[in-house]
Every structure is written in C-alpha cells, then in structure tokens.
C-alpha cells in the first residue's frame, strides 16, 4: 500500500507534470471506483489544475474550483502517460480504474491490481467533504508535530504501539510498512501497550517516527511514478523480509500473520531476543 512517502511523492510530481494543465476527460472505468456523483466528473472538463495536495495517504487534485480526491489503498497505484492511444480503454477490462485526459494528449490512470476493490476517488467542492480526510489526524511530518505533540496524542492510550501508530485519526499517513520501520528504528515491539511506554521511550519512538518517514520521503524525490514501488521496497530494512538478516544486528527478520496483513520485526533489536506468538492478539512467549 502506498504510505505517506510515496504519496508525497506523488504530490510533488505530480504537481510538477500537473499543474497548468487542462483536463479535457475524467473517464470512471470501474464501477467501484466512483464514490461521488455531485457534482459531476463532466465538471472539471475544460478546467485547469491550480495544485496538487496530500491529507496522509489522500491525493488532492484542486481543478476548476473542486478536488479530486483520490485514496490509492492496498493495491492502487498512479501511472503517468505522456500520450494515450487514440482508441478510449474498454471499462471492466484489467487492473485500470479511471483515466485522466489533459489537453496536451498525457495524463494518467489509476490502476488497482486484485479482486478486492478499494480505491477511491471523490470528486468534492471541499477535501473535508471526504469522510477518510475528514478524520485524520495531524500529518506527522508537520513543522507543528513535535515531541510533546506526538506524547498528547499517546496519552491515554490503550492499544498496542503498532495498532496506535497505524490508525489514520490518530496519525496521518503510516501504514503496515513505515509503523514496521519506525518500531525497528526505536527497538520497540510492535506489541508494547503504549501505556507502558516511558518518556524516554517516547522520545526516541518520536526521533525515530519522523527520521524514517523523511528519510522515504528524500529518497522517493524526484523519482518518477513508475519507480516509486520499486524504491519503497529497496529502502525497508525489516518490513518484506521475512526470513533475512537484520541490518542491524545480523538475526533473522521475523513475521507475524493476521487475516490480511502481516508484520516483520527483529527479535534482538526489539524483543529482548523473544519471538513473538504468530497468532492473532499476539502475545510474547513465556
């Protein structure tokens, strides 16, 4: 799933080959994929792109006074055409979900691969309007996020550190993967109550929140949209690598299963050399 880094990077190319350009056609290929119908995707035809925004994991495309807000979930992703062929795609046909036309013949389409259909795209007078941005919590690359500001939101707390860290309305952006590296950075397991975390342990989960999400961030700049993926996965120190040594110290990267998901982690950088019960609501092993 595309997370905060490559979002962001998404937004600054895209409003570098974006912005200035006049969208001619917004074609809906899936039937899923449209979650508005006022106003109309006809509305921003003949209307020029003044700005490309994130809200976390949200695109933000501002074109003709409206957003088109776009959620790219676990399997979507952009892809960027210079030209399209002159036939329009067959709706129903592959992994593409909406075509974006500008006047100058490129633009791009969303792509989702799977069976399981979650990208969203929005078409909205206000980014609030969408219920997913409405919720989010504060972005954790804000000027205004510091320490005291990630320890407030922790406060009171009750789940596990990794379910914190992942949940959208109380930090925007980081999903399975960066709360994956975040913890490995801090030496954390993925399975602490945050209730039982101290303050210097807040400190260096914070230090290590914002180092690794930046650190995405700088290494995905620049990057075209075809490469992002790639770069993502070449960049995660545990997250994916089940089975290979830790960069850190040399043990072997471990995972849990859920129904859905997955987590990697280091049993020696994390905890105390324990393996973790690969089970649901797993706990560590006496």
């Known amino acids: 799933m595309p997370e905060l880094p490559e979002v962001e990077a998404l937004r600054e190319f895209l409003g570098t080959h974006l912005v200035g350009q ?24 003949g209307a020029e792109v003044t700005a490309v925004d994130r809200h976390g994991k949200w695109l933000d495309i501002s074109v003709g006074g409206l957003h ?22 067959r709706p129903g046909k592959g992994p593409l979900a909406l075509r974006t036309v500008l006047a100058s013949g490129g633009g791009f389409d969303l792509t989702e691969a799977g069976t399981t259909k979650r990208l969203a795209v929005h078409l909205v007078r206000d980014p ?53 590296e975040i913890l490995h950075a801090a030496k954390m397991s993925p399975f602490k109550p945050v209730r039982n975390i101290d303050e210097n342990e807040i400190t260096d989960l914070y230090e290590a929140l914002r180092s690794t999400l930046r650190d995405a961030v700088e290494r995905s700049r620049g990057l075209a949209a075809g490469r992002l993926k790639a770069e993502k996965k070449s960049g995660l120190r545990v997250h994916g690598r089940t089975g290979q040594p830790c960069p850190v110290c040399g043990d072997t990267i471990r995972e849990v299963s859920f129904s859905d998901s997955s987590l990697q982690y280091c049993p020696t950088c994390q905890t105390g050399g324990k393996p973790l ?5 797993s706990r560590l092993l006496k």
């Not at 399997?75 to 036939?87: H, I, M, N, S």
């Not at 019960?277 to 609501?281: E, F, G, K, Q």
Request: glycine share 8%; no cysteine; aromatic share 6%.
């Open 128 to 180: 609030a309007e969408v219920p997913g941005v409405a919720r989010l919590g504060p972005d954790p690359l804000a000027d205004g996020f510091d320490r005291d500001a990630f320890a407030a939101l922790l406060a009171g707390e009750r789940r596990q550190i990794k379910g914190a860290l992942r949940d959208q309305g109380l930090i925007a952006g980081i999903g399975n993967a960066y709360s994956d």
């Open 68 to 89: 088109l807000v776009t959620h790219l979930a676990r399997a979507g992703w952009l892809q960027w055409k210079d030209e399209f062929p002159a036939a329009p795609p």
């Open 22 to 45: 006049e969208i001619v056609r917004v074609l809906p290929l899936a039937i899923s994929v449209l979650k508005t119908y006022d106003p109309p995707l006809t509305a921003v035809e």
């Open 277 to 281: 019960a690969d089970r649901r609501l």
